[in-house]
């Protein structure tokens, strides 16, 4: 599909989010569309205390976090990995979201957050990005949507500082020969979601290397991600594609079809032919 359609569907969803979030207006989870995790379990020795806010803790403790850092957060949304990022004590946080809805209301809310000296978010796509440089470039969740995987992370490459490091996180098929890009879920989830289908682990590592990026630390958070059951998300599809069916605005029809996608995304991992991983990438150097 066209970058238009994408960038359509995302503002959509983004215009329901903060409608949403009126329900909640104090809570930054209720404006972000990452990934709940299952609450970390008793004895596990790795990961977040939550999808939320503890996960942007976590991360920033798996950096090396000391205050002063050069951010740069692609797909940044609302912008609450941003302002988390700030109030952390990061210098400079740049935020990237092809949503001009989303700039508009992170903006606001780092002026009422009095964070404003700090933040800026900017509508562009992920090659568009500020030049920097960075010392920390987050994306959560956000290139699985990239039309030129490769060209995205040569953009972060590009913009971080020598000693920078990229932090990824995002949804991989496991495996291409136990589910190729013509599966019937896969190809679901790459029509709701306006993007190309899943890539691979192996894939991704492979743009990583052709981006000039060297993969330092890698941790799978698959364990975590909570799913439905297959009878619960069958009646849940249905309700959603008959809702389609009779809403009345294309934005709204959008919105549904994303949350369809979802669903495929969640019988994926239902059937263990996907994997939430976090990798920590830096620069490929001469002496690397």
Wanted: aromatic fraction near 6%; glycine fraction near 8%; proline fraction near 5%.
């Amino acid at each position: 599909m066209s970058r238009a359609v994408l960038d359509s569907m995302y503002e959509a969803l983004a215009r329901w989010q903060w409608r949403r979030r009126r329900h909640a207006p104090s809570n930054d989870a209720a404006i972000e569309l990452r990934k709940r995790l299952s609450p970390q379990a008793d004895g596990d020795p790795a990961g977040p205390t939550n999808g939320a806010e503890g996960l942007d803790v976590w991360l920033r403790s798996l950096v090396g976090w000391r205050g002063g850092e050069r951010v740069l957060d692609l797909g940044c949304g609302f912008g609450a990995s941003s302002l988390r990022a700030a109030a952390a004590g990061a210098s400079q946080c740049i935020g990237v979201t092809p949503s001009a809805f989303q700039v508009e209301k992170a903006s606001e809310l780092a002026a009422r957050r009095r964070l404003a000296a700090k933040c800026r978010f900017v509508a562009a796509s992920f090659e568009q990005a500020p030049a920097g440089p960075f010392d920390v470039a987050l994306a959560i969740e956000a290139l699985a949507h990239a039309d030129d995987l490769v060209s995205a992370l040569r953009a972060v490459r590009d913009r971080l500082a020598p000693a920078g490091v990229f932090v990824w996180v995002d949804d991989h098929r496991a495996d291409a020969a136990a589910c190729g890009d013509g599966d019937a879920d896969v190809q679901e989830l790459a029509r709701c979601w306006a993007s190309p289908p899943l890539r691979t682990v192996a894939s991704a590592r492979a743009s990583l290397a052709a981006a000039g990026l060297r993969l330092e630390c890698e941790i799978d958070l698959t364990g975590r991600v909570p799913f439905l059951t297959a009878r619960q998300n069958r009646w849940r599809r249905r309700l959603l594609q008959g809702l389609g069916a009779i809403a009345p605005l294309p934005a709204q029809r959008a919105v549904l079809r994303a949350f369809c996608g979802g669903l495929a995304l969640e019988r994926l991992y239902a059937r263990r032919a996907c994997r939430y991983l976090v990798w920590m990438v830096r620069p490929v150097t001469s002496n690397a």
